[in-house]
């Protein structure tokens, strides 16, 4: 039993093994009888070993709890600091908000009479047997038709756009010069783009495309819900709706059921009359897709129809912003123009030629309400037709305008071509109506980067305020490291106090 109680093999942390061969305190075995008193014999005595190992160790752990404690002191400076520096960067924050909202306020003053419309060209590929083009493209900004009239001395005569489109022109290359208009109506703006021209100019295809060239309608609103999505936060978020109607003999037809899905009907009024037109909640380009097939099977499949009517998609956008109380509301609109072909055949019946003046009555007052904008009139027709009625908030004032002019290039429709050429170019002198350009840039830059700013501040808040957590972990972290030390402590002079004993 003597022998078992003086045997040490356990390990003691802060402690090395000892190493019996260079033990001070040795047994004779074989000269040792069983029953005979255990004899210690000293030469280094390891009662007088244990209290100097015993004391390293004491300094060792002392000095490192204190090193723990000295961080876990500068750890709670460093939270109280930071803590007091993301309540001052809260209070500059609303600071900042309020300076921006003040800059966006001047701005929409500035912007508010603010007109501007633009007018490209594009031409349609030859179809079989049409002869050769009678169209040529001088730049990026003139096309040039020839006329073939030998009694002047030039018979080519040409026209200038904002931008010119060739045959060899796909959708993704108009587009990305629309592409402007779009990110507008995102801004605030009431967008208009429209496309005029004879029929079977290229004005649905244009606008519609097909499923493997996608047109203005597909790649207008995706390009809304990407923009969207990019400025979309926590505290600020866009809604589209989408209204679908078209006008024939200046009646207006709806084709949008009535779903239920909650949002209230868009209302046009009048001092005479009011239209309710429904609005169709969509949250994804599929969405919008369906839409427009289910819009476009209620309009039927009467192709002459088709010719003279004007077919209208509005995009409804709907912008809230929490932090600020904002909520505004734009629209863009998407206009497929009826046949701009003003013939009326020997034999066509009394149903045709109505239509065909109603096209015309409404072309005609589009017409006017541009040229009067361009001139800048204090009176603008825009009463003339239901077709500006419609879309008066969304030609001049505060609005931006596209006129993608569609023409056949073959010799046949050079009438109509020139006709169509004529119309559009009238509206491209068309200025802005207040304010210097450089003026509003200015102040849009500014809203720009005050906004900028503040979601850089947001952000650094943010950072600091997973930091402070971080130190918070550290800290648990450090206390429990020094709950953990100060038990091997204990544990240690435990040791050294029963070894003391049984050396005594």
Same mark, same amino acid.
């Given at each position: 039993?003597?022998?078992?109680?003086?045997?040490?093999?356990?390990?003691?942390?802060?402690f090395?093994?000892r190493?019996?061969?260079?033990?001070?305190?040795?047994?004779?075995? #074989?000269?040792?009888?069983?029953?005979?008193?255990? *004899?210690?014999?000293?030469?280094?005595? @390891?009662?007088?070993?244990?209290?100097?190992?015993? #004391? !390293?160790?004491? =300094?060792?752990?002392?000095?490192? *709890?204190?090193?723990?404690?000295?961080?876990?002191?500068?750890?709670?400076?460093?939270?109280?600091?930071?803590?007091?520096? @993301?309540?001052?960067?809260?209070e500059?924050?609303?600071a900042?908000i309020?300076?921006?909202?003040?800059?966006?306020?001047?701005?929409?003053?500035?912007t508010r009479?603010?007109?501007?419309?633009? *007018?490209?060209?594009?031409?349609?590929?030859?179809?079989?047997?049409?002869?050769?083009?009678?169209?040529?493209?001088?730049?990026?900004?003139?096309i040039?038709?020839?006329?073939?009239d030998?009694?002047?001395?030039?018979?080519?005569?040409?026209?200038?756009?904002?931008?010119?489109?060739?045959?060899?022109?796909?959708?993704?290359?108009?587009?990305?010069?629309?592409?402007?208009?779009?990110?507008?109506?995102?801004d605030?703006?009431?967008?208009?783009?429209f @496309?005029?021209?004879?029929?079977?100019?290229?004005?649905?295809?244009? /606008?519609?495309?097909?499923?493997?060239?996608?047109?203005?309608y597909?790649?207008?609103?995706?390009?809304?819900?990407?923009l969207?999505?990019?400025?979309?936060?926590?505290?600020a &978020?866009?809604?589209?709706?989408?209204?679908?109607?078209e006008?024939?003999?200046?009646?207006?037809?709806?084709?949008?059921?009535?779903?239920?899905?909650?949002?209230?009907? $868009?209302?046009?009024?009048s001092?005479? %009359?009011?239209?309710?037109?429904?609005?169709e909640?969509?949250d994804?380009?599929?969405?919008?897709?369906?839409?427009?097939?289910?819009?476009? =099977? %209620?309009?039927?499949?009467?192709?002459?129809?088709?010719?003279?009517s004007?077919?209208?998609?509005?995009?409804?956008?709907?912008?809230?912003?929490? $932090?600020?109380?904002?909520?505004?509301?734009?629209?863009?609109?998407?206009?497929?123009?009826a046949?701009?072909?003003?013939?009326?055949?020997?034999?066509?019946?009394?149903?045709?030629?109505?239509?065909?003046?109603?096209?015309?009555?409404?072309?005609?007052?589009?017409?006017?309400?541009?040229?009067?904008?361009?001139s800048?009139?204090?009176?603008?027709?825009?009463?003339?037709?239901?077709?500006?009625?419609?879309?008066?908030?969304?030609?001049?004032?505060? %609005?931006?305008?596209?006129?993608?002019?569609? !023409?056949?290039?073959?010799?046949?429709? /050079?009438?109509?071509?020139?006709?169509?050429?004529?119309?559009?170019?009238?509206?491209?002198?068309?200025?802005?109506?207040?304010?210097?350009r450089?003026?509003?840039?200015?102040? &849009?830059?500014?809203?720009?980067?005050?906004?900028k #700013?503040?979601? #850089?501040?947001?952000?650094?808040i943010?950072?600091?305020?997973?930091?402070?957590?971080?130190?918070?972990q550290?800290l648990?972290?450090?206390?429990?490291?020094?709950?953990?030390?100060?038990?091997?402590?204990?544990?240690?002079?435990?040791?050294?106090?029963?070894?003391?004993?049984?050396?005594?």
């Amino acid at each position: 039993m003597a022998e078992n109680k003086n045997r040490w093999n356990w390990e003691v942390s802060g402690f090395e093994p000892r190493n019996s061969s260079s033990s001070s305190l040795q047994f004779e075995r #074989e000269d040792r009888r069983p029953d005979a008193p255990v *004899v210690r014999r000293y030469a280094i005595s @390891a009662a007088s070993a244990l209290p100097h190992s015993s #004391e !390293i160790s004491k =300094q060792a752990l002392s000095t490192k *709890v204190q090193r723990l404690k000295d961080e876990i002191k500068f750890v709670k400076e460093d939270y109280l600091e930071l803590r007091q520096e @993301a309540t001052d960067l809260q209070e500059y924050s609303n600071a900042k908000i309020d300076r921006v909202t003040r800059y966006l306020g001047v701005l929409a003053d500035k912007t508010r009479k603010l007109g501007n419309i633009k *007018v490209f060209c594009r031409t349609r590929p030859l179809f079989e047997d049409e002869g050769p083009s009678v169209v040529e493209f001088t730049d990026d900004c003139t096309i040039r038709v020839n006329t073939g009239d030998d009694t002047i001395s030039n018979p080519k005569k040409d026209f200038e756009f904002d931008r010119v489109y060739g045959p060899h022109v796909g959708q993704a290359e108009l587009f990305s010069d629309v592409q402007p208009f779009v990110q507008s109506a995102l801004d605030g703006y009431n967008v208009s783009i429209f @496309a005029y021209g004879q029929t079977h100019s290229g004005k649905t295809h244009t /606008m519609e495309g097909s499923s493997h060239d996608r047109g203005l309608y597909a790649r207008c609103f995706e390009e809304l819900f990407d923009l969207s999505n990019s400025d979309t936060t926590a505290t600020a &978020r866009f809604n589209f709706a989408v209204t679908v109607f078209e006008l024939y003999n200046e009646q207006l037809r709806e084709l949008l059921p009535q779903t239920g899905n909650g949002l209230a009907k $868009i209302r046009l009024q009048s001092l005479e %009359s009011s239209i309710e037109l429904v609005q169709e909640k969509v949250d994804n380009p599929l969405e919008f897709s369906k839409v427009l097939k289910s819009a476009f =099977q %209620s309009r039927g499949n009467d192709v002459s129809k088709f010719n003279v009517s004007h077919l209208i998609i509005m995009i409804h956008i709907y912008y809230n912003n929490l $932090i600020t109380g904002e909520n505004l509301y734009s629209k863009l609109s998407l206009v497929d123009l009826a046949g701009s072909e003003g013939l009326i055949a020997e034999d066509d019946s009394g149903e045709r030629i109505t239509d065909v003046l109603h096209v015309m009555k409404s072309l005609s007052a589009l017409g006017d309400v541009l040229s009067s904008l361009t001139s800048r009139k204090d009176i603008v027709p825009y009463e003339n037709s239901m077709l500006t009625k419609v879309l008066a908030d969304s030609l001049g004032e505060s %609005s931006k305008t596209l006129m993608i002019v569609n !023409i056949c290039p073959n010799a046949a429709n /050079m009438s109509e071509t020139l006709s169509s050429l004529n119309f559009s170019s009238r509206a491209r002198s068309t200025v802005l109506s207040l304010g210097n350009r450089d003026t509003i840039k200015k102040w &849009r830059d500014i809203a720009n980067d005050a906004r900028k #700013e503040l979601y #850089e501040r947001e952000k650094e808040i943010q950072d600091l305020k997973q930091e402070i957590l971080g130190l918070r972990q550290a800290l648990k972290e450090a206390n429990d490291q020094c709950v953990l030390l100060y038990n091997e402590v204990q544990k240690a002079w435990k040791v050294s106090f029963t070894l003391q004993s049984d050396l005594k």
